[in-house]
């Protein structure tokens, strides 16, 4: 009988992940004996590479980097594409922080890579949105319209499980607004500060946990490693 | 005696080769039970990969599904059999004093007598009917949006998620799990279709089947073979019920 069956091969399931990136100036300097964005450049290195060396991984985790920064700009620097075809050229850090519009638009991605893997009949695990940012959003205020955009957006999407967002602090001369992050992240998960410029251990953390992920079954809970590595005071990540 | 084995039931569960390779076994399960003059009931579950008990859930609901006392009507028996499984379930974590979750599992529940037939499903697995040329969907898999995610006998939300289908006249049926379900059914749009290159052979088999042992093991094989371990690295489970002419 095994020679006359057939079966069919399904495309592999996808986990989509979007990174939103700050690059604005304060990006660019120094922190630690390091530049921050050379560090970050160094990190996303490290999160390819390490994707590449999982089989299921490399074949399921697709990847979109959007980056926020420049004259108020929001811009996707990396349109999703397998792990294999991210090679993103590296990350300056020039202007302001509008990172409002880049969460609404990181928001927008996701749902429409979902469309898009619906409409090719492809399944898939939970997006994830990963932000990094050392300063304080410019587009927005606590309070105003947008802000109340941005914070219920992501609020009811985590909720409603439309996708997984974290958000990563990193210091500096001012830094970023732990308050104000931890008031846009999703009460259930809230943002971790990086110790000093351990991007490449936040990007090898990240790789670990979408090997988990892309490999995950139903009802199965991925359990994360600590990420006390590269986040300050702060060491356990709840399941999800 | 007679009249009950006019069905033969032949199937095997296995082990997915990421569960061989760190040592958790299988943790599907199926079982069946002939109830005397002419009730057949099987039950199919696929325990959840990571809860620690998935296996003992699996094989329990299973058990315990089709350890009943027969009833005239079918559709109510089948929704009792899914309620015996879940309340062994509910006690096993009492005396055990462990999470009901770390029981999880699907349960697929078939009852046959004579013409008729009723399946009680909760989450993933489908069960697939032939007549003639013909093949149904009799059971789809739960929707859900992500590939990570389904409904347990084990949630909260069972009795919602639980769904009672009535079987129409069939030759022969094939219960599955979530291991071979993306290798056997074509997904357009919302709609599950039973892909004829896996079915055809495999009924066309069946008819052909005199033994009960031996076709099990032949099931076995299959489902060991290069072809499925390609498939996924889940568990499998598939078990027939073919109506000998």
């Known amino acids: 009988m095994e020679k006359t069956v057939e079966v069919i091969y399904p495309e592999e ?7 939103l990136l700050d690059t604005s100036s304060s990006m660019g300097e120094y922190l630690e004996g390091a530049r921050k964005i050379d560090e970050l450049n160094e990190g996303i290195k490290i999160l390819k590479e390490e994707l590449m060396e999982d089989e299921l991984a490399r074949k399921r985790v697709e990847i979109e980097v959007i980056t926020f920064g420049g004259a108020n700009e929001v811009n996707i620097f990396h349109k999703f594409s397998s792990v294999d075809e991210f090679n993103p050229e590296n990350l300056k850090a020039y202007g302001v922080t509008p990172m409002g519009k880049a969460i609404l638009r990181g928001i927008e991605e996701v749902e429409s890579r979902k469309r898009y893997y619906k409409e090719k009949g492809i399944e898939y695990y939970r997006p994830w949105l990963w932000l990094i940012t050392d300063g304080m959003p410019t587009d927005m205020n606590v309070g105003d319209d947008m802000w109340n955009r941005v914070v219920r957006e992501v609020h009811e999407g985590e909720k409603q499980h439309k996708f997984t ?10 830094g970023a607004d732990m308050e104000k992050l931890k008031m846009i992240a999703p009460p259930n998960r809230i943002p971790v500060k990086l ?5 490449k251990e936040m990007f090898s953390w990240l790789s670990k946990s979408l090997r988990k992920v892309s490999a995950s079954k139903p009802g199965e809970q991925v359990e994360f490693g600590s990420i006390e590595e590269w986040a300050e005071g702060w060491t356990r990540v709840d399941r999800i | 005696m007679k009249e009950m084995k006019r069905l033969l039931v032949f199937g095997a569960s296995v082990g997915g080769f990421l569960h061989e390779k760190d040592g958790s076994g299988c943790q599907d399960a199926w079982k069946y039970r002939y109830i005397p003059p002419n009730m057949l009931i099987i039950a199919v579950s696929d325990g959840a990969g990571s809860s620690k008990k998935g296996e003992l859930g699996a094989k ?5 599904a089709v350890n ?5 009507n079918l559709r109510e028996l089948v929704s009792e059999c899914v309620y015996n499984a879940r309340k062994a379930l509910e006690e096993k974590g009492k005396e055990d004093s462990i999470e009901l979750g770390e029981l999880a599992c699907t349960l697929i529940v078939v009852a046959i007598r004579e013409d008729k037939g009723y399946v009680a499903h909760i989450g993933d697995g489908a069960v697939v009917s032939e007549l003639g040329d013909e093949l149904e969907v009799i059971s789809e898999p739960e929707e859900s ?5 389904t409904t347990f006998l084990t949630d909260e939300a069972w009795e919602l998620a639980l769904r009672v289908r009535e079987i129409a006249k069939f ?6 799990t979530d291991g071979i ?4 059914l074509v997904k357009r749009g919302n709609e599950y279709i039973p892909y004829k290159g896996f079915f055809n052979p495999l009924f066309n088999y069946a008819s052909s089947v005199k033994e009960e042992e031996k076709a099990c093991k032949e099931i076995e094989n299959l489902l060991k073979s290069e072809k499925f371990l390609k498939l996924s690295e889940d568990d499998k489970t598939l078990v027939i019920v073919i109506r000998r002419q």
């Open chain 2, 171 to 176: 030759n022969a049926l094939a219960i599955f």
């Open chain 2, 145 to 149: 949006e992500y590939v990570n995610e």
């Open chain 1, 195 to 199: 110790k000093g410029v351990k991007f």
């Open chain 1, 13 to 19: 399931p996808r986990c989509a992940l979007v990174l």
């Open chain 2, 68 to 72: 009943i006392s027969p009833k005239q």
């Open chain 1, 165 to 174: 967002f974290w958000a990563v602090g990193v210091g500096g001369d001012e």
């Open chain 2, 60 to 64: 329990m609901a299973t058990d315990c």
């Open chain 2, 181 to 184: 379900q993306r290798g056997v």
